[in-house]
C-alpha cells in the first residue's frame, strides 16, 4: 500500500514515478511506531532506548507524557510495549486515540488554544505528583510548541506571536526563542517541573539542522537563551509587547534528564539518498538545514543537478506571509516557484513530512509540464504565487500530494530529479 493516496495519479512519467518512489522511502523511514518499535526494547525489568538502559525496578511509578504531531503513535506503541508497568499517561497530539492507560487527547497546531490550555494543565497536574523515586517517559515532537501551553497567558500570547512571526518571516529558532519565554513549560521548564524524578525525553526534532532544543521549544533541554535574546528578536522584528520570564538555568534541574532523538530529518533523506541509489541514480544530499526563500532553494539545489541525479535536501522555506485569503502552503509556494525554473523533463517535489502542508495536502510534485498546464487552466503562475494561492492552480494541473497525516514531523523534504 502506498503512503502517497494519489500515487497512481502522481505517477504519470517514469521520471514523477522515481520521484514518488524516493518520496515514500523517506517517510516509511521516519514512521513514528515502527521508529519506537526499533528503539526501545524490554527484557525483563531493563529497559533500553536506543543503547541506553534503565533498571525498572527501581522506580515506582512509570509515567509517560508527550506533547505534538508525532506523540500519538509513540504513545500507543509505548504502552503496547510497557503496558501494565505504566501508572498514568497523557498526550496532547493532532489526533485522539483511545489507549488502556495514556490519555491521549486531540489539541490544536499550529496555533495555540484555550482547549491546549486546559489539556496542558492537566499534564501539569499530574507532573505535580511526581517524585524522585518515579521515572517519566517524555514524548517531544514537532507541533509541540503550540499543543503545550501554560500558564493561560501564553495563550492569548502566543497566538499574537504566531501571527506577527509569519507575517515577518522569523526562522524557526527566533521564534522558539521567544516562545520559551512567554511559558513556564517550554525552554527546560518542564524539566523543573518533574525535578527530581528521572526523566527520557524521546526526541522526533522537527528542525532544520537537527537542533533538538528547539523541537517544541526545548521544555526538557538546557535554555541557552535569555530574556535578552527574546527581546532583542522582539524589537528587531516589530513583534509586539510581551511579557517575558527567564527560563530555568540552575543546572541540578537536569542532572536526572536523559534526551535522546530518535528521528530528524536526516533520517528521512538519508533513506531517501539510499532508495535513489537502487534506482541507479547519482545523489547529491544538499542537507537537512534549508531556509532559504522559493526561488533561492530551488537555484541552490539545481545548482547540484547533473544527468541522472537526484539531489535531496530538507529544511524550512523562509516565506513571508504578506497577503491574505490565499489558500496553500509552504510546501506548494515552494513548488510552484521551482516550476517557474525546471529544465528540461526535470521533477521537483516539496514535502510536508506531516502531510499536512497548512490543509489536507502535503505539498506538491511538479514537473517542467506544470506551467503550461496551469496556463492552459487559465492561470497565471506569477499571479498565483503572489497571492499566495497555490492550490487551486495545483489542483489544476494535477499535481497536488496527499498522505493524510503520517503521523511524524522532521520538517519538510525537497527533491529534484533529473532523468
Same mark, same amino acid.
Given at each position: 500500500?502506498? +503512503? ?46 536506543? !543503547? ?6 527501581r ?16 504513545? *500507543? @506503541? ?7 508497568r505504566?501508572?498514568?499517561g497523557?498526550?496532547?497530539?493532532? @489526533? ?10 486531540? *489539541? ?34 514537532? /507541533? ?15 497566538? +499574537? ?25 517550554? /525552554? =527546560?521548564? &518542564? ?17 532544520? =539542522? ?5 523541537? *517544541? ?22 513583534l ?5 520570564? @527567564? ?14 532523538? &530518535? ?21 547529491? &544530499?544538499? !542537507?537537512?538545514?534549508?531556509?532559504? @526563500? ?12 547533473? /544527468? ?19 489558500? !496553500? ?15 528540461a !523533463?526535470q ?17 506538491a ?7 503550461? +498546464?496551469?496556463? *492552459?487552466?487559465?492561470?497565471?503562475v ?21 498522505? /493524510?497525516?503520517t ?10 530529479l533529473t532523468?
Amino acid at each position: 500500500m502506498h +503512503r502517497i493516496q494519489n500515487y497512481t495519479a502522481l505517477a504519470r512519467t517514469p521520471a514523477r514515478r522515481d520521484a514518488l518512489d524516493i518520496i515514500e522511502a523517506g517517510l516509511a523511514s521516519i514512521d513514528t511506531a515502527a521508529t519506537v518499535r526499533r528503539s526501545v526494547r524490554l527484557h525483563g525489568e531493563r529497559l533500553e532506548i536506543a !543503547g541506553t538502559h534503565w533498571d525498572l525496578s527501581r522506580f515506582r511509578n512509570i509515567h509517560v507524557i508527550g506533547f505534538g504531531k508525532a506523540s500519538c503513535a509513540a504513545s *500507543a @506503541e509505548l504502552e503496547r510495549i510497557l503496558g501494565e508497568r505504566i501508572h498514568r499517561g497523557i498526550a496532547l497530539s493532532a @489526533e485522539a486515540r483511545v489507549c488502556q492507560t495514556i490519555d491521549i487527547c486531540e *489539541a490544536s497546531h499550529p496555533v495555540p488554544s484555550e482547549q491546549n490550555v486546559q489539556l496542558t494543565e492537566r499534564l501539569v497536574r499530574q507532573c505535580e505528583g511526581i517524585n524522585s523515586d518515579d521515572l517519566v517517559i517524555a514524548i517531544v515532537s514537532g /507541533g509541540g510548541s503550540a499543543m503545550l501551553t501554560w500558564p493561560a497567558s501564553e495563550f492569548t500570547q502566543g497566538v +499574537r506571536l504566531y501571527t506577527a512571526a509569519n507575517r515577518a518571516g522569523l526562522s524557526i529558532e527566533e521564534l522558539n526563542t521567544v516562545r520559551k519565554h512567554i511559558s513556564s513549560l517550554k /525552554g =527546560g521548564g &518542564l524539566a523543573k517541573l518533574l525535578y527530581p524524578a528521572t526523566v527520557v525525553g524521546l526526541i522526533f526534532s522537527d528542525i532544520p =539542522g537537527d537542533a533538538p532544543n528547539l523541537v *517544541a521549544s526545548g521544555p526538557t533541554y538546557s535554555d541557552p537563551t535569555t530574556i535578552a535574546d527574546a527581546q532583542t528578536i522582539i524589537e528587531r522584528y516589530h513583534l509586539g509587547e510581551y511579557e517575558l520570564r @527567564e527560563t530555568p538555568k540552575e543546572s541540578r534541574y537536569f542532572d536526572h534528564v536523559t534526551n535522546i532523538v &530518535l528521528t530528524s530529518n536526516a533520517v528521512a533523506l538519508d533513506a531517501m539518498a539510499t532508495h535513489a541509489r537502487t534506482l541507479g541514480y547519482a545523489v547529491h &544530499l544538499e !542537507g537537512a538545514d534549508l531556509t532559504e @526563500e522559493a526561488l533561492e532553494l530551488t537555484r541552490r539545489l539545481q545548482s547540484h543537478a547533473t /544527468g541522472h541525479s537526484v539531489v535531496i535536501a530538507g529544511g524550512e522555506a523562509r516565506l513571508v506571509v504578506t497577503t491574505s485569503g490565499g489558500v !496553500g502552503g509552504r510546501n506548494q509556494h515552494v513548488a510552484l516557484s521551482a516550476a517557474t525554473a525546471l529544465a528540461a !523533463g526535470q521533477v521537483f517535489a516539496a514535502i510536508a513530512s506531516d502531510g499536512r502542508d497548512n490543509g489536507e495536502t502535503a505539498g506538491a510534485l511538479i514537473d517542467d509540464g506544470t506551467t503550461a +498546464r496551469a496556463t *492552459a487552466a487559465g492561470y497565471s503562475v506569477p499571479d498565483t504565487l503572489r497571492r499566495l494561492n497555490e492550490q487551486p492552480l495545483l489542483e489544476a494541473t494535477g499535481d497536488l500530494v496527499f498522505t /493524510g497525516s503520517t503521523g511524524s514531523n522532521v520538517s519538510d523534504l525537497y527533491l529534484l530529479l533529473t532523468p
